[in-house]
């Protein structure tokens, strides 16, 4: 066989995307990682929470190995969030230092939005002699488009000239408004994250515009109780933190 290039090889530290909910959604690359690693660390919000991501990869993990739960708190501030990182990062190379096979989880892709990244970050900066490889995960996007087309609903996220832009969703009415008419003017299709609670005034504001028929709202994809529904069919309540939006406004010319 072919070689193929080295950052899927195991490492001191992996950081593996486990994708967005379903066991299935691990490429064969992040299974295999996970399965030869001694230390199988995860991010948790709170001491003694359960981690999504190690939830997601729990079938691939075996009682032999040791877990990891390192602390990513979700605060507003700055500070408490630095320290964070920093203290990931230290355990993690310690970890390494000590000789052990390490993996960090991600939820969905380990690039995008991703707690993992800063780890990778605080790596360089402070432990800059700790080898580290990536393993990509499934992005809950891109896991949300194929959703949404395996259940009658064809949502290909980008064709021919489109541009896809995956952003957090705007805090404020004005600036969403702003983002869909530029939106409109490029040809973007819009992958809005972090949902939640903003959708009890994203709705209306669609509404007004004409748009809901536009939207696809997904909300923990890859889970058993997944919810993939064009967005007129969700009522404006606040919705769960996994939930996120696809916005096409407009399609090329020539389709079939
Ligand atoms: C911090 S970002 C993490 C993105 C993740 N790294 C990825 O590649 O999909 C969290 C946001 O991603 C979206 N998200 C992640 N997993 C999801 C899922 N299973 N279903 C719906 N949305 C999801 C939600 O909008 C959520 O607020």
Known sequence: MAEFPGELAAAGLTLVGVGPGNPELLTVAAVRAIGAAEVVAYPVA???????AARIAAPWIGPQQRRLPLLFPMVAGAEPRQAAWHSAAAALAAEVAAGHAVVLLCEGDASLYASASYALLALAERHPA???????GITAVAAAAAAASSQGLPWPLALQQDALLIRPTPDGAEELA?????ACG????????????RWAWVRPLLAERGLLDACLFAQRVGWPDQLLAPAAEVPADEQPYFSLLLIRQSWPAVLP
């Open 178 to 182: 702003a983002l869909l008419q530029r």
């Open 130 to 136: 700790c080898p580290v490889a990536v393993i990509p």
């Open 186 to 197: 490029e040809g973007m299709v819009l992958a809005l994250l972090k949902l939640g609670h």
């Open 46 to 52: 709170r001491e003694g929470a359960d981690g999504m």
